[in-house]
């Protein structure tokens, strides 16, 4: 297949472009710094020569957005917002236009649009989306509203002849430098990889070897459209998923942290909390419902084997 994936540059992007390629798939990525051959340039908000490479594409797999590994300061919640709004849009101008348009358009989305709870974990018929529980800062509804938005400006572009799934994506777990399983574990080689508030917040997150098979089901299953949660079935506490890190890498002990200390410290490394406190309960309903497997369902040993890949 012939793939373009827009923001293919990131941490998902190189996941996805390594797998992709190594199957004898041509990839091209769309970003504002091409650097090979089979990078385009494009400024994520306006069309240009890039829309040729969607016209005649089998696939369309969009990632572009500015990182939410920030502070959420208004610029920055502003260009979050924004960068993801302005994507999608034109990603779907592009494909409105083509005179061979392609058949599937995989939209990146989040977890995030869930609510904030300790409770039933959420799947795409029965999640409720925002809100939560009654200690949830006011300023994390505006992950929940950007979101809606990007979901928003996928579905309404007019595409009647490409099928598009909006993937509600926990965290990506890979060895991969930069990435989440990496800034976790330095915490915990640090010795800062203890409980969090107490670490009752449940995380949501997927094994990057399932983030790609879930991908090219979602590109042949053309009975599923709309949006779809690429989560492991089984999440995680924090306290026990921290553990599980140091277990796997052989450390001993990891110091707790208070919610204010957890303040401080996404203060120090310009991040913000909602990262690390936010209870993120996403299972993969419809993903299971149409008969996808996962390789690596449990985090203890989805842990073991990252730290593997990592040494």
Same mark, same amino acid.
């Given at each position: 297949?012939?793939?373009?994936?827009?923001?293919?540059?990131?941490?998902?992007?190189?996941?996805?472009?390594?797998?992709?390629?190594?199957?004898?798939?041509e990839?091209?990525?769309?970003?504002?710094?091409?650097?090979?051959?089979r990078?385009?340039?494009?400024?994520?908000?306006?069309?240009?020569?890039?829309?040729?490479?969607?016209d005649?594409?089998?696939?369309?797999?969009?990632?572009?957005?500015?990182?939410?590994?920030?502070?959420?300061?208004?610029?920055?919640?502003?260009?979050?917002?924004?960068?993801?709004?302005?994507?999608?849009?034109?990603?779907?101008?592009?494909?409105?236009?083509?005179?061979?348009?392609?058949?599937?358009?995989?939209?990146?989305?989040?977890?995030?649009?869930?609510?904030?709870?300790?409770?039933?974990?959420?799947?795409?018929?029965? $999640?409720?989306?925002?809100?939560?529980? &009654?200690?949830v800062?006011?300023?994390?509804? +505006?992950?929940?509203? #950007?979101? =809606? *938005? @990007?979901?928003r400006?996928?579905?309404?572009?007019?595409?009647?002849?490409?099928?598009?799934?909006?993937?509600?994506?926990?965290?990506?777990?890979?060895p991969?430098?930069g990435?989440?399983?990496?800034?976790?574990?330095?915490?915990?080689?640090?010795?800062?990889?203890?409980?969090?508030?107490?670490?009752?917040?449940?995380?949501?997150?997927?094994?990057?070897?399932?983030?790609v098979?879930?991908?090219?089901?979602?590109?042949?299953?053309?009975?599923?459209? $709309?949006?779809?949660?690429?989560?492991? &079935?089984?999440?995680?506490?924090?306290?026990? +998923?921290?553990?599980? #890190?140091? =277990? *796997? @890498?052989?450390?001993?002990?990891?110091?707790?942290?208070?919610r204010?200390?957890?303040?401080?410290?996404?203060?120090?490394?310009?991040?913000?909390?909602?990262?690390?406190?936010?209870?993120?309960?996403?299972?993969?309903?419809?993903?299971?419902?149409?008969?996808?497997?996962f390789?690596?369902?449990h985090?203890p040993?989805?842990?073991?084997?990252?730290?593997?890949?990592?040494?």
């Amino acid at each position: 297949m012939r793939i373009v994936i827009p923001g293919g540059t990131g941490q998902i992007g190189r996941i996805l472009d390594r797998a992709l390629t190594a199957e004898g798939h041509e990839v091209l990525v769309l970003t504002r710094r091409p650097r090979a051959d089979r990078e385009l340039y494009w400024d994520g908000r306006t069309l240009g020569r890039w829309a040729e490479a969607v016209d005649g594409a089998d696939a369309v797999v969009n990632l572009a957005g500015r990182s939410v590994n920030c502070r959420y300061t208004e610029p920055n919640q502003r260009e979050m917002l924004d960068s993801r709004v302005d994507s999608a849009r034109v990603v779907g101008e592009a494909v409105a236009a083509a005179k061979r348009p392609p058949r599937v358009w995989l939209q990146m989305s989040t977890a995030t649009i869930y609510a904030h709870h300790f409770g039933a974990p959420h799947d795409e018929e029965s $999640g409720v989306l925002g809100g939560g529980e &009654p200690d949830v800062p006011r300023y994390w509804d +505006f992950s929940v509203d #950007i979101a =809606r *938005a @990007w979901e928003r400006a996928q579905e309404i572009s007019p595409t009647p002849q490409t099928r598009k799934v909006a993937l509600r994506c926990a965290m990506v777990m890979s060895p991969d430098r930069g990435g989440a399983f990496d800034m976790m574990l330095r915490l915990a080689r640090c010795g800062l990889g203890g409980p969090i508030d107490g670490g009752s917040q449940y995380m949501s997150w997927i094994h990057d070897r399932d983030l790609v098979r879930a991908v090219r089901f979602l590109l042949d299953r053309e009975e599923l459209a $709309g949006p779809v949660n690429l989560a492991s &079935p089984h999440p995680v506490a924090q306290r026990a +998923f921290m553990r599980a #890190i140091r =277990r *796997a @890498w052989g450390i001993p002990v990891g110091l707790p942290a208070t919610r204010w200390m957890a303040e401080l410290g996404a203060f120090a490394l310009r991040s913000d909390t909602e990262l690390l406190l936010k209870s993120r309960t996403v299972v993969p309903g419809r993903l299971q419902e149409a008969g996808f497997g996962f390789e690596h369902p449990h985090w203890p040993a989805a842990a073991v084997d990252l730290a593997r890949r990592r040494r």
